[in-house]
């Protein structure tokens, strides 16, 4: 009997310091872990905290693992697995370029538009689109445009928060 791969969203309070991230990044990669994406920017600098949001996947004993190793490092501060807590909002960005004329043209022009992609460049021959939305949605998009004359696509990878009142984040200590 095997045990199932999940895909969990774990959002990390680190210190914003040099050297933090690829800690992170190394508990993953020297335990074999896999990230399929990975955020991470300031999201306090009164207090000099980062947030690392990543998606990754595994079996549910491999998913507590990196829960319990990440709660370990020294920068790390908090670890929240979004996926488990309960409902969150997860997005991500996406540049795409196609590359295609006449009615093939006309054909991206309308998916586009139909998944509120935006053009953010047009040349004679060419698109770049941004979109935002689920991972999902992106896929979507991307696998409409293949045929089309999909060139290139560039992904910020999932940044994602917990729903309602419910909050992530050290306490401030009172003044």
Known sequence: MTETIQHSVISVLIEDESG?????VG?????????ESLTVALVDAEQK????????????MVIRQIKAQLKRL?????????????????????????????DRRTEA?????????????TTATSFVFELTGSPEKIDAFIELMRPL??????????????????VFHLKKEPV
């Open 20 to 24: 933090a991230l690829a800690r992170v």
């Open 27 to 35: 508990l993953f990669s020297g335990r074999g872990y896999n990230i």
């Open 49 to 60: 905290l980062s947030r690392i949001t990543v998606l990754t996947s595994g079996t549910p």
């Open 74 to 102: 020294i920068p790390v501060h908090d670890v929240c697995d979004l996926t488990e807590e309960g409902p969150y909002v997860g997005r991500e960005l996406a540049l795409v370029k196609i590359v295609s004329s006449g």
């Open 109 to 121: 022009l309308r998916i586009a538009d139909s998944f509120r992609a935006r053009p953010v460049d």
């Open 149 to 166: 004359g999909l060139a290139e696509v560039s992904r910020t990878g999932i940044a994602a928060i917990g729903r309602g009142p419910s």
